[in-house]
């Protein structure tokens, strides 16, 4: 099919994207909600190949399933005219290779990879295995997390498909497991290997092994020794060492694993202050490393005072203090001097250190060429900061030098937020980025961070909302709607963004002008229906205000406001609250209320709408359906709920993810402690403890009573292997282990009491 004359239906495709050695991506409009998505397309050569499409339709089957944040999330996907299509959300974060050349601080480089590690515990607990992590399947959403893309080679781990057969390679090469380039059967830990690969790319730039064949390096996958990082990465080599193991069960054994212990490595204060970037080192940022790592010389021959403020009263104390003292020294000096004259200009030098009388040269040395960096406008940030460091190297507790790396960092702060107020991002992220690599940190940068972030972000959604506009015009109510949504979460994130404001300003209008025409015709259901969409998008309108009054007074509104009142409360008696589009008791009131905003049972009803949805909340929590109750957010913010009821739904939603994600670093944190052999002890830190505070907060948790019925099994074990070699005491103390962890085993209490009636009759054991 010619790319001119590419058609899917219910979609609008607007250009190419990118492209891989299968299939191409199409930027796309989704014309029934208005909302953009990219759309991948299979090459027309491999559209005639029956196993190909089987495992495309697979790969739309596969991603349905796998609800996470950390995963492309698919929306649709068909066959047109021979056409394999695929629908998924639109990222417009790029991919980790363009990140990486954009330059990557390390701390953002560990929090990729623990996004992707989340999102591979996700896939791996569902059966799946990728098979093909690598940079270009590694998307990022606006907000800077990272998504897993490309399940289309993913394989049910459980299933024998017949599609990729036993003992066939797919993947590519160089970010293979061992298991996997010698075409053996696959489980999570391959991915886990791939992904380590990543992290070591990341790192250096270099994938581990590389050859000229894609045999040979599945060979050096296989036989070659992880490779060394350089040595201001070391911190790092004991986890690339777990990622790239040989051996599967010597490596991470789930993503869980992996996040254990980056965090670890950055608890320990051990990641390195750094950026990654794989592009090109200019000018600027080869003088900036090197002032960084070796002091330049001094400028000029001019010397730098001292601050004057303290010096006239400490030469006034010493002549007053020190006379005395000060010719009794030099006469011991003479003396020492007479004796040891191998040793007179170093003792010299220690008496008047010791008496204050000087500084230490290295200091006074060190302490000028940082005064002289921070004088040269020439100078990077990372420059200047690295000649105080270097200053309290020699003398940690120096003031001047702390003091000046204080107020640094202040000016910087102050240019940063000087720049955000001028609306100049640019400037502003090539600041918090310089400085954010100096002073990793400082709350106050990651503060700003922040902003920034949500303000790029805003002038993302306004401007590909502009580019939707364009294509569908006011007049098409889908991408209407989603437009006002997209303007009023840019003014979240930005309240001053001035183009979100004008823009909804002029869909209320647009609206409004709609509504009043339709008013003047009598047609009091489209003048509710288009008044509702101006006051979405600006219920301060004048023009608004003007409509709503005419809408008022129409002779039939009132009856029109009753039907709605009607059909919100049928709608309200089935259960649908916000759900279908256009067919529920929220968008009903909102209706009412956008043409009478006192009325009180729309008021009231709402308010129902919204308690009743909480409710719903709080049993789709207790059912364990989280997806569910993030669906039920979701819809809820697009409808327009109050920000109060919002608040609560979503403090409800963030306690429940905090409760699973801490019962799941409990089972992680229990699994590893039986391995090592703290089934019971040390108290507190054993995985019995870990596994009951697990029971805990999850009841019903059918990994942690498993595991616990494992850790009562290997006590009894203990116990019975103890008995048998004559230590009865010990062993009746692992089987009472035993039955505290598991009470309710009858063999185990029988044979406890066998045990004590033995006992008993002869004695102690």
Known sequence: MAEARLEIPGYSIEREIGRGGMARVYLAVQKK????????????EYTTDPSF?????????????????????????????????????????????????????????????????????????????????????????????????????????????????????????????????????????????????????????????????????GIRHLQDPIPRLPEHLSAMQPVIDRFLAKKPEQRFQSGAEVIEALDGVR?????????????????????????????????????????????????????RVWPWIVLLLFGWLGVWSYLYPWNRDNAIEKVMLAAGLIEKPALVNAWRQAQSLRGDPNQSLAAVVAGYRRVLEIEPSYAKAQAAMAELATQWKTSITQALAADDLALAEAKLTEALAVFPNDEELSTLFDKLSDRKRADSLVTSTEALLRSHGLDDQPSATAAIQ????????????????????????????????AAEAGDITAAMNYLERATTASGTSAEVTTVRDKVQQAATAHQEIQTLLQQASAYRAKGALINPPGANAAEIYHRVLATDPNNAIATQGLSEVVAQLLTRANELLAAGQIDAVRAMNSRASEIGLSDTAMRELKAKLGAEEQRIGTVARLLNEAQKLMNDGFITEPPDQNAVAKLLEA?????????????????????????????????????????????????????????????ATESAKGGKP
Request: hydrophobic share 40%.
């Open 33 to 44: 909600f208005g909302r953009l998505v990219a759309i991948k397309v299979v090459s027309p």
């Open 53 to 217: 499409g089987k495992r495309f339709v697979r790969e739309a089957r596969i991603i349905a399933q796998l609800s996470h944040p950390n995963i492309v999330q698919v929306h649709d996907a068909g066959v047109n005219d021979q056409c394999y299509y695929l629908v998924m959300e639109y990222l417009r974060g790029g991919d980790l290779n363009r990140r990486l050349k954009r330059g990557l601080h390390m701390q953002a480089a560990i929090s990729v990879v623990k996004d992707i590690a989340r999102g591979l515990d996700n896939a791996h607990a569902k059966g799946f295995v990728h098979r093909d992590i690598k940079p270009e399947n590694i998307l990022f959403r606006e907000d800077g997390s990272a998504v897993l893309s490309d399940f289309g080679v993913a394989r049910v781990i459980s299933s024998d498909a017949s599609i990729t057969r036993h003992g066939t390679v797919v993947g590519t090469p160089q970010y293979m497991s061992p298991e996997q380039a010698s075409g053996r059967t696959l489980d999570g830990r391959s991915d886990i290997y791939s992904l380590g690969v990543v992290f070591y790319r990341m790192l250096t730039g270099e994938v581990p092994f590389k050859a000229d064949s894609a045999v040979a390096v």
């Open 695 to 755: 029971r805990r907060l999850d009841p019903n948790n059918a990994a942690a009573r498993d595991m616990l019925n494992s850790a009562a099994g290997r006590l009894a074990a203990v116990a019975h292997d103890a008995y048998d070699v004559g230590m009865k005491s010990e062993a009746q103390h692992f089987l009472e282990l035993a039955l505290t962890v598991t009470p309710d085993v009858p063999e185990w209490r029988t044979l406890r009491d066998s045990w």
């Open 267 to 319: 608890t320990a204060g051990l990641v390195p202050n750094t950026v990654i970037k794989t592009e090109v080192v200019n000018t600027a940022e080869i003088r900036a490393i090197g002032d960084s790592l070796s002091m330049p010389a001094i400028r000029d021959n001019r010397s730098i005072r001292t601050e004057p403020d303290a010096r006239p009263q400490r030469r006034r104390a010493r002549h």
């Open 486 to 517: 997209a303007y009023q979460e840019a003014l979240r994130l930005n309240p001053g963004h001035a183009l979100a404001k004008a823009e909804l300003n002029r869909l209320a209008e647009h609206y409004a002008k709609l509504a009043s025409g």
